[in-house]
């Protein structure tokens, strides 16, 4: 057995899909690559008020003022064809891309097949893909093929003859010429056809009319050209009107990230990492790569991910195109132990330093690595580590540090220090003003004096009056405190 | 020794300290807010305790720096690995960061440090703030510290205070030893009022 799946007015299908109610507005499809633009495909309600195929851009203005008139685009329509593919792999290991929004399906060696589940479960899954298809089962893919274009959504041949008698006669592709012979005949079906006989309607006819009854008959099989489905999961969308708010760009984002997550699920994948194109109208590209610290497939966190993100995101120039892609990955499943420190909510946790990232700034959120250098405060900040869970046992590390803890004035506060036989002796500072009891220093440090950073200063530990102990530091001629020992 | 007393029946943080833990019967308890007041010295050594036992265990911790005056220089890059260091310029946008992470409830232990930020930026703290954060880390399993320069957290349930002054001489001890020798106050726990408050000293 074999089934077809049929997407009628495929190019307008793959158009619609990314926009959310389009289908039930009059809209038409043009092809600009012409020299003169006529509408290709067109919606119920386009057709509803008057709008026919072949009619240019002008004229099916005239019968609507609501009328949207939409550019075929390459790139919907491949991932039209995408999303087609992988719908029908989920079902079928042995699948074929027939023509644009025709995809034929092997259904032999599945188990226990009920046609009619499966072809309504077909018919549902391209609808969560915003593909409204429809489904024919029949012995051959030619039949199947047949079904499929006469199916309302779905249609299971299980008697052919009966099922092609009651066809027309136009369903099997008689040439205009011919189809207007067969019509003075009074021959409207193909059951009427085929009871002509094949040789003298090849008589009558030619070589046209034995292709023609050969289909008509639909006995005879034929291999499938099979493929593999691609795996890429992009979606894609250039707005007929500019975007400048994040509003209508969420709401298409989500519908993007939906359709993207369907697709990833049917192949068993989640997804990986994320990556948003935005065009601008200065035609500067802008894109960002959000990689998923824990591949899921829940729509909620990845919106969140990319909404926290855009939230920050300041441009000069409004959006005209859009390009969301899916990277698929392997889920990650991982059982939490009872007195494990492994984080709950990798995807979370990492939104959560998106916010606080947009909150600080990039270089105040992180794990402080420090430096190879003598110099003090001397640390950079690096993206925290979500894998520091990996190693396990307790850390031993040789315990050296001796004194109080230094709590850092950053930038260090300036002061003024009156020296008595080379020691402090009083300090004036916006943190402390008084009478220094004891110190301990001074200690002397410089280094990098072979490039432009090279740095020199002297230390001192003041006990002052307050009773409180002080780092004080002297670069070149100015003295700062640089802490409070605490 | 029964199970009851090995298994705290609130799960908690160990903090490395041996006061700390002794006082609170483990360590700082989860889904709690803890305030440290550290009026005069030690906050900081504190701070740097935990962080270097939580290292040890491989443990995360948030640390939101209300005025970043945390020093990572005495900390090994090993014991900081698990470290989210979240360094903010006023007491307000430490506030907000602190809510960012408790929500986020992956980390074990959020110290909010606010003792080194002026009184002025402290005294704008609304007082339903300290609530909410409550509400927040009461349904996770996250322990919060807060350490504040006076006593101000309204919803901590538990309330320990920091008497300590350092000298120079201290640079003579270990980091172990002078911790060890500092005096904790238990002045609030678990829903009462601790009229006399309990000392401990490490022996």
């Given at each position: 057995m074999f089934a077809v799946i049929y997407v009628s007015d495929f190019f307008l299908q793959a158009v619609l899909r990314a926009e959310a109610g389009l289908e039930k507005r009059p809209v038409v499809l043009i092809d600009p690559a012409q020299k003169k633009p006529v509408v290709l495909q067109l919606t119920a309600a386009a057709r509803g008020v008057g709008i026919a195929e072949g009619m240019s851009p002008t004229q099916a203005l005239a019968r609507s003022t609501l009328l949207q008139i939409k550019p075929r685009c390459a790139a919907q329509e491949k991932a039209a064809t995408d999303a087609l593919l992988q719908c029908a792999y989920s079902f079928s290991p042995n699948i074929e891309s027939t023509a644009s929004g025709v995809c034929t399906l092997d259904l032999?060696?599945?188990?226990?097949?009920?046609?009619?589940?499966?072809?309504?479960?077909?018919?549902?899954?391209?609808?969560?893909?915003?593909?409204?298809?429809?489904?024919?089962?029949?012995?051959?893919?030619?039949?199947?093929?047949?079904?499929?274009?006469?199916?309302?959504?779905?249609?299971?041949?299980?008697?052919?003859?009966?099922?092609?008698?009651?066809?027309?006669?136009?369903?099997?592709?008689?040439?205009?010429?011919?189809?207007?012979?067969?019509?003075?005949?009074?021959?409207?079906?193909?059951?009427?056809?085929?009871?002509?006989?094949?040789?003298?309607?090849?008589?009558?006819?030619?070589?046209?009319?034995?292709?023609?009854?050969?289909?008509?008959?639909?006995?005879?099989?034929?291999?499938?050209?099979?493929?593999?489905?691609?795996?890429?999961?992009?979606?894609?969308?250039?707005?007929?009107?500019?975007?400048?708010?994040?509003?209508?760009?969420?709401?298409?984002?989500?519908?993007?990230?939906?359709?993207?997550?369907?697709r990833l699920e049917m192949m068993y994948w989640v997804a990986q990492e994320?990556?948003?194109?935005?065009?601008?109208?200065?035609?500067?590209?802008?894109?960002?790569?959000?990689?998923?610290?824990?591949?899921?497939?829940?729509?909620?966190?990845?919106?969140?991910?990319?909404?926290?993100?855009?939230?920050?995101l300041r441009a000069d120039h409004p959006i005209v195109g859009l390009e969301l892609s899916a990277t698929p990955g392997r889920a990650i499943n991982h059982q939490f132990g009872l007195f494990e420190s492994v984080l709950r909510d990798p995807n979370h946790f990492h939104e959560t330093l998106a916010r606080l990232t947009a909150l600080v700034g990039a270089e105040r959120v992180g794990t402080p690595v420090n430096e190879e250098s003598y110099k003090p405060d001397a640390f950079r900040m690096e993206a925290v580590r979500l894998d520091h869970e990996g190693k396990s046992g307790?850390?031993?590390v040789c315990d050296t540090a001796r004194g109080p803890a230094l709590y850092r004035f950053r930038p260090?506060?300036?002061?003024?220090?009156?020296?008595?036989?080379?020691?402090?002796?009083?300090?004036?500072?916006?943190?402390?003003?008084?009478?220094?009891?004891?110190?301990?220093?001074?200690w002397r440090a410089s280094g990098q004096w072979w490039d432009k950073e090279h740095w020199g200063r002297e230390e001192w530990d003041v006990e002052a009056s307050d009773g409180r102990l002080y780092r004080l530091c002297r670069e070149a001629k100015d003295w700062f405190v640089e802490g409070v020992y605490d | 020794m029964g199970l009851a007393e090995k298994l705290p029946a609130r799960p908690c943080f160990a903090t490395g300290v041996a006061q700390i833990d002794g006082l609170l019967q483990g360590g700082l308890s989860k889904g709690v807010v803890t305030e440290l007041v550290s009026a005069q010295a030690g906050g900081a050594l504190t701070l740097r305790r935990i962080l270097r036992h939580a290292g040890e265990e491989r443990q995360r911790v948030a640390l939101i720096d209300g005025a970043d005056g945390f020093d990572p220089a005495d900390l090994n890059n090993e014991?900081?690995?698990?470290?989210?260091?979240?360094?903010?310029?006023?007491?307000?946008?430490?506030?907000?960061?602190?809510?960012?992470?408790l929500r986020d409830g992956n980390m074990p232990l959020v110290i909010l440090d606010l003792h080194g930020n002026p009184a002025k930026q402290l005294r704008k703290i609304p007082g339903t703030t300290w609530y909410r954060l409550q509400r927040i880390i009461e349904p996770t399993p996250t322990a919060?510290?807060?350490?504040?320069?006076?006593?101000?957290?309204?919803?901590?349930?538990?309330?320990?205070?920091?008497?300590?002054?350092?000298?120079?001489?201290?640079?003579?001890?270990?980091?172990?030893?002078?911790?060890?020798?500092?005096?904790?106050?238990?002045?609030?726990?678990?829903?009462?009022?601790v009229h006399e408050p309990m000392a401990v000293e490490a022996s």
């Open positions: 032999a060696g599945l188990p226990n097949l009920q046609h009619e589940e499966l072809a309504n479960e077909l018919a549902q899954r391209l609808a969560m893909l915003h593909l409204p298809a429809q489904i024919g089962i029949g012995e051959n893919p030619w039949l199947a093929l047949l079904a499929a274009r006469a199916a309302q959504p779905c249609c299971v041949v299980s008697n052919s003859t009966e099922f092609l008698n009651a066809l027309p006669v136009e369903s099997i592709g008689p040439s205009l010429e011919t189809f207007a012979i067969l019509r003075k005949w009074g021959i409207y079906t193909v059951g009427q056809f085929v009871a002509l006989g094949k040789e003298p309607l090849s008589t009558r006819l030619g070589a046209e009319a034995l292709a023609l009854h050969e289909r008509a008959v639909a006995n005879s099989t034929r291999p499938l050209k099979l493929v593999r489905p691609p795996q890429i999961f992009e979606e894609t969308i250039a707005f007929e009107h500019e975007i400048e708010t994040i509003e209508p760009l969420l709401f298409i984002l989500r519908r993007f990230l939906e359709q993207l997550l369907v994320l990556r948003l194109r935005l065009r601008f109208e200065s035609d500067e590209p802008y894109e960002k790569t959000f990689r998923i610290p824990a591949p899921t497939a829940n729509v909620e966190t990845l919106f969140r991910m990319l909404h926290t993100h855009l939230e920050t307790r850390l031993e260090p506060t300036p002061a003024r220090v009156q020296m008595t036989r080379g020691q402090p002796a009083a300090v004036e500072s916006s943190v402390f003003e008084g009478a220094v009891c004891d110190t301990r220093g001074p | 014991l900081l690995a698990g470290l989210l260091w979240v360094r903010c310029t006023d007491a307000a946008q430490a506030l907000k960061a602190a809510d960012l992470v919060l510290l807060i350490v504040t320069p006076k006593p101000m957290v309204s919803s901590a349930e538990v309330r320990l205070s920091l008497a300590n002054q350092f000298t120079l001489q201290s640079w003579e001890q270990t980091e172990a030893e002078l911790v060890s020798r500092m005096k904790f106050v238990l002045q609030r726990a678990a829903a009462t009022e």
